[in-house]
């Protein structure tokens, strides 16, 4: 008895497999396994919701039935996969043993959690799903929709931190970010682009508290006081906790399969394991080595999926392909200024330039004239086409 190709996780990667695959193969048996409700939805929108009056229910764009139906999937869904036993080739799962033919991981990402003291630190809330989401949107919304007298604190100022915050100030509501970096984006952008982000967003009455992080959380009346490493208190109605994601990769430590900081991948998308395969926000690519990360590196964004989930579907057909990642600059979604990044990869020489004030190029010494990384800001985001032309034609004569 053939056993079916058997998915975990119904998020862009997980789904994004199943399409490719089926480009490729209408007839061999899936199944996917989503502790979810396994509706398909752009995990991006999250972000952005507010401000375009959207709820859970108007970001699902194919409910779990239908896109199950389409792409002749068995579905199951609100089932979490607990064990996997690579030797046998099954996965346990709370609706029983399952087998596979081969295995996918796509489980994606967890938000990082600091330990914080205080009686009210469980209420930091976070969103990296559409059930999250639900939550964050029906706490804010019994507030009163768009009040400016509801504050919201959102700690960390990194990219998804700096999108809620231009999407809740957008809407209406009194944002605070605290972060302790100087700076927003500061992983991510030069120290003027950074100034831009902040000025842009201050703009929108959002309150800055940099340089500083949220040491205890607790309950005043209806309200949360934060009492900051700085010795500042403020009063916050909801706290949103946007300080990082860590690749899931719970069940393949448990099974024995190698992990870094993602699940470990070749260019096939394989992991350690015979016929067990990991792409999404849980994988490590060894695609995206680099000097500074010679094993390779994990890409929590929608583009290096949609590479992925190709390469991934071939394999699984039989016709293995080599993953090579192009360059992928990231929209960063802050409406305020709009900005669009590509960071240089880790362990590249070099420092960022200005070119003009909205145009960054990171440049190394022996080629100065060209970008290994860029960061656009406001009408220069339109220079982004011309740019990836560059860094490809660079990786092209220096590979
Ligand atoms: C707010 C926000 C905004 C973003 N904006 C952008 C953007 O503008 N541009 C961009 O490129 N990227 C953006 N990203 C990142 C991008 O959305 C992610 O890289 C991508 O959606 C990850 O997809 P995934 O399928 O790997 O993981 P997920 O979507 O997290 O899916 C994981 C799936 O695995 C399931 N699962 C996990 N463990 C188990 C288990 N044990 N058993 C069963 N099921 C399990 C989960 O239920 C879920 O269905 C954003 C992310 C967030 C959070």
């Not at 970001?59 to 036993?85: C, E, G, K, M, W």
């Not at 700096?162 to 302790?180: K, R, S």
């Not at 699940?263 to 849980?282: K, N, Y």
């Not at 003009?356 to 290994?372: I, N, Q």
Request: glycine share 8%; aromatic share 6%; hydrophobic share 45%.
């Amino acid at each position: 008895m053939t056993h079916p190709l058997l998915i975990i996780g119904a998020g862009l990667a997980g789904w994004q497999t199943v399409r490719e695959f089926r480009k490729l193969d209408a007839d061999t048996p899936i199944t996917l396994v989503t502790a979810d409700a396994g509706d398909f939805y752009a995990k991006p929108t999250l972000s952005n919701a507010f401000g375009q009056k959207r709820g859970p229910a108007q970001l699902v764009t194919t409910p779990a039935a239908t896109i199950a139906q389409t792409l002749n999937v068995t579905l199951l869904s609100h089932t979490r996969v607990t064990a996997i036993d690579s030797v046998a080739k099954t996965v346990q799962t709370s609706a029983g043993v399952l087998a596979y033919r081969d295995l996918v991981l796509a489980t994606g990402a967890q938000p990082i959690r600091v330990p914080l003291a205080g009686d009210a630190a469980e209420q930091a809330l976070s969103v990296n799903s559409l059930d999250d989401f639900g939550v964050f949107h029906q706490r804010l919304t019994a507030l009163g929709e768009g009040a400016p007298n509801v504050r919201i604190a959102i700690m960390g100022a990194g990219l998804i931190g700096c999108e809620f915050a231009n999407d809740l100030a957008g809407a209406g509501y009194a944002v605070t970010v605290i972060d302790p970096a100087d700076r927003p984006l500061a992983a991510l952008l030069p120290p003027t682009a950074s100034v831009q982000l902040q000025e842009a967003l201050a703009g929108l009455s959002v309150h800055w508290h940099l340089g500083a992080t949220v040491q205890a959380v607790n309950r005043q009346a209806d309200a949360l006081v934060l009492t900051l490493s700085n010795g500042q208190t403020l009063v916050a109605d909801i706290l949103l906790s946007a300080i990082g994601l860590r690749a899931d990769t719970s069940l393949a430590q448990a099974a024995g399969i190698a992990c870094e900081r993602g699940i470990v991948v070749d260019r096939q998308l394989q992991t350690s394991a015979p016929h067990v395969w990991a792409l999404g926000d849980s994988a490590q690519y060894a695609s995206a080595a680099s000097p500074g990360a010679p094993t390779g590196r994990t890409l929590p964004y929608v583009m290096p999926i949609m590479a992925a989930a190709k390469v991934l579907a071939a394999s699984l057909h039989g016709t293995p392909a080599s993953l090579e990642f192009a360059a992928m600059p990231v929209a960063i979604k802050t409406p305020a200024l709009p900005i669009v990044a590509h960071p240089p990869a880790p362990g590249q020489l070099g420092q960022w330039v200005e070119q003009v004030l909205g145009e960054w190029w990171f440049a190394s010494e022996d080629l100065p004239e060209r970008a290994h990384g860029f960061v656009l800001t406001g009408p220069h985001t339109s220079k982004r086409m011309a740019l990836v032309k560059q860094m490809t034609a660079v990786a092209t004569t220096t590979t």
